[in-house]
T-cell receptor
């Protein structure tokens, strides 16, 4: 699985959009970009994933650059409950039984 | 919405004792996993399980660890003789057939004294 780079921490004002970047410059054509988050010491929570098209669900939007070397997770209206560590993970499709490799992620602090 | 459940939420044990951590994966999921997170550190993969056998395991998952799916709903992690360094949050996860998305439980905090 390709390596990812994320900023260690970010702040965001409540109600504003939180834009979390991820660099995955060595991503290959069959690798998806996954985002998970971990609120305090709870279990990681799946947010969204994509291959090359932008994706949106009820939680967030995922914007992947045309060259697929980076992506941005967007929380459109951040709330205090979105304070968490956000993990960007790249993995080959169809490897569901394989491990997820968590890095250090980005600690997002949503400020009131 | 279905979710992965884990029991107990907190387990305290003496060094050298055996512990069994229990998980109920999401019904109809076929892949099951255990991860752990030592306080302040990254989430680490331990083992994956499919079709009643281990698919993959990490270096952490040594002979002290074992997993079992004793019936159609439970998935357990046993640590035979706990060490102080086994103190951590243990997360169970499951994913559906053909699915790459893993869904995690709330975790069991294991404290070894």
């Amino acid at each position: 699985d390709a390596k990812t780079t994320q900023p260690p921490s970010m702040d965001c004002a409540e109600g504003r959009a939180a834009n979390l970047p991820c660099n995955h410059s060595t991503i290959s054509g069959n690798e998806y970009v996954y985002w998970y988050r971990q609120i305090h010491s709870q279990g990681p929570q799946y947010i969204i994933h994509g291959l090359k098209n932008n994706e949106t669900n009820e939680m967030a939007s995922l914007i992947i650059t045309e060259d697929r070397k980076s992506s941005t997770l967007i929380l459109p209206h951040a709330t205090l409950r979105d304070t968490a560590v956000y993990y960007c993970i790249v993995r080959v499709a169809g490897t569901g039984r394989r491990a997820l490799t968590f890095g250090s992620g980005t600690r997002l602090q949503v400020q009131p | 919405e279905p979710e992965v459940t884990q029991t107990p939420s907190h387990q305290v044990t003496q060094m050298g004792q055996e512990v069994i951590l229990r998980c109920v994966p999401i019904s109809n999921h076929l892949y099951f996993y255990w991860y752990r997170q030592i306080l302040g550190q990254k989430v680490e993969f331990l083992v994956s399980f499919y079709n009643n056998e281990i698919s993959e395991k990490s270096e952490i998952f040594d002979d002290q660890f074992s997993v079992e799916r004793p019936d159609g709903s439970n998935f357990t992690l046993k640590i035979r003789s706990t060490k102080l360094e086994d103190s951590a949050m243990y997360f169970c996860a499951s994913s559906p057939a053909g699915g790459d998305t893993q869904y995690f439980g709330p975790g069991t905090r294991l404290t070894v004294l």
